[in-house]
C-alpha cells in the first residue's frame, strides 16, 4: 500500500484510548463504517484505505477526540454517533456539558441531543419529542439534577402517567407508592445511574428529589424546581393542562414523549400532540424534534424505529 493512502491523526493519550476502545471495539466499529484500517501506534491513529474512507474515518476520530477534551465519555453509542456525523457531514454535536459527579460529565452525543441541552438551559418550557432511544428523558432529568447539584433550584420533580394500571391499579398489592412504583422503576434506575445510589438515597430523603405519577401533582405549585413529564404521550389534554400549570415561581419543565407509542383508550384525547399545537411559539416554550437517525441505543433500535415509520407511512398513503 502506498504512503499517499494512508494518514496519522495525533491524538492525546486519553483520545486514543477512546479511539480504540475497550479490546478495540470503537477502531473495529470505524473500520468497519469506512473500510479503512485503523493502527494506534502510540501518539495517535494510522488510517489505512482509500481517499474517501480516511477522510470520513478521520473526521468520526476528530469528533471522538473534541468529546473526550469536554470531559465527556465515550461509549459504542457516542462512536457510532461520530461515524453519523462523519458520514453526513453533520456538524459535531454542541451544546452545554452536564458535570455531575458520578458520571463525570454528561453531553450531547447528536447535533438533535445538543440543539435539546440548548433549548433546556434558555427556556422555561420545553417539549422533547421523538422515537425511544433518543435520550429525551435521560438529558431532562440528567440537566434537572445538573441544577439541583449547582443549588440553582431547590427540588427534582419527575412525573409520568401510570396509564398502564387503569381501573386494575386498585387490584394490585400494597399502598399507592407500592402500586405505582413499577410504572416509575424507569426514572429511579435513570436518576441512580446519573446520580449514584448514595447521593439519590440522600437527596430523595431530604424531599429534593421526587418521582411521582401525574395524579399526585394535582392541587400543586412547584415553585424553584425542574419539573421533567415523561411519557406525556399518554396524559389526557385535561392531564396535561393541570401539570403545565403546576409551574411556580423560579420553575422550569421538560416535557417528553412519543406521538407515536400512545396507549390511551382513545387516541385523540392525547395531551402532547395537543398541548405542543396551541403552545409552539408561545413566549418561553420551545420544541425539540427527534428522529430515528438520532437513537443513540442500539444501532437495531434505529432499524426497527425506522422500519415502524415506513409502515406507517405507507398506512397513511393507502389510506389517502
Known sequence: MSPAAEAFVPLSDAALRAVSGP??????????????????????????????????????????????????????????????????????????????????????????????LEALAQHELVFGVGPAGTGKTFLAVAYGASLLIRGEVDRLVVTRPAVEAGERLGFLPGDLNEKVDPYLAPIWDALGDIMG????????????????????????TLAHAFIVVDEAQNTSRMQMKMVLTRIGEGARMAVTGDPSQIDLPNPSDSGLSHAIAILEGVKGVSVS????????????????????????????????
Open 23 to 116: 479490546h478495540s471495539r470503537h477502531a473495529a466499529l470505524i473500520e468497519d463504517a469506512f473500510h479503512v484500517h485503523v493502527e494506534t501506534p502510540g501518539g495517535g491513529v494510522r488510517l489505512k484505505g482509500d481517499a474517501k474512507g480516511r477522510e470520513h474515518a478521520r473526521k468520526a476520530v476528530d469528533l471522538i477526540a473534541r468529546r473526550i477534551e469536554t470531559g465527556a465519555g465515550v461509549d459504542e453509542s457516542d462512536v457510532r454517533a461520530a461515524i453519523t456525523a462523519a458520514r453526513s457531514g453533520e456538524a459535531a454535536a454542541s451544546g452545554p456539558a452536564l458535570p455531575l459527579g458520578r458520571r463525570g460529565v454528561i453531553a450531547a452525543k447528536t447535533p438533535a441531543q445538543a440543539r435539546y
Open 197 to 220: 445510589a448514595e447521593a439519590l438515597r440522600r437527596r430523595r430523603e431530604r424531599g429534593e428529589i421526587e418521582v411521582a405519577p401525574i395524579a399526585f401533582m394535582r392541587g400543586r
Open 289 to 320: 424534534r427527534f428522529e430515528a437517525s438520532d437513537v443513540v441505543r442500539h444501532p437495531m433500535v434505529e432499524r426497527i424505529v425506522k422500519a415502524y415509520d415506513a409502515d406507517a407511512a405507507k398506512r397513511t398513503q393507502n389510506r389517502t
